[in-house]
């Protein structure tokens, strides 16, 4: 089945096969609304989040982990938090969105997301790729 999504939504996005692909079981909803994606891109992007979030948290009481390791691991999970926080807000946001206040709300919901990825990146960065925990926590992130 062909996606109905136009090709050149995915242009500004930093990783476009991977929206892509996440997305595309979406087309029918979408079609050819840049605010349906949006929409769409957010609730899957929180879906996600949470994901990540419940699994990092069912890893910290699993993994026997040095103290310096469950630290860096509560500190994980507090981002994973804050970032699907940011991504709830965003959704809700989305749904007041008026041509009266498009571009502050735009410029809100950037922040939001943008702030949500730095949450996630700073979670895997807190992790040692070198030792055996933290490579299989950062590949989970």
Excluded at 6 to 16: A, H, I, L, R
Excluded at 27 to 55: E, W
Excluded at 81 to 91: H, Q
Excluded at 118 to 126: A, F, G, I, L, Q
Aim: proline share 3%; hydrophobic share 35%; net charge neutral.
């Amino acid at each position: 089945m062909e996606c109905s999504i136009p090709k050149q939504f995915f242009s500004y996005t930093t990783y476009p096969t991977l929206c892509f692909t996440s997305l595309a079981s979406h087309a029918s909803f979408i079609q050819t609304s840049p605010k349906l994606l949006a929409h769409a891109a957010l609730n899957v992007t929180l879906s996600t989040a949470k994901s990540t979030s419940a699994t990092m948290f069912q890893l910290s009481k699993s993994l026997l982990m040095k103290p310096r390791e469950a630290e860096a691991m509560q500190d994980c999970l507090e981002e994973l938090s804050d970032s699907v926080d940011e991504l709830r807000r965003s959704i809700a946001e989305m749904g007041r969105i008026k041509l009266s206040n498009f571009q502050l709300t735009m410029s809100d919901l950037q922040t939001w997301v943008s702030a949500a990825l730095t949450d996630e990146s700073t979670c895997s960065d807190v992790f040692d790729r070198n030792t055996k925990n933290g490579k299989g926590v950062r590949e989970r992130i």
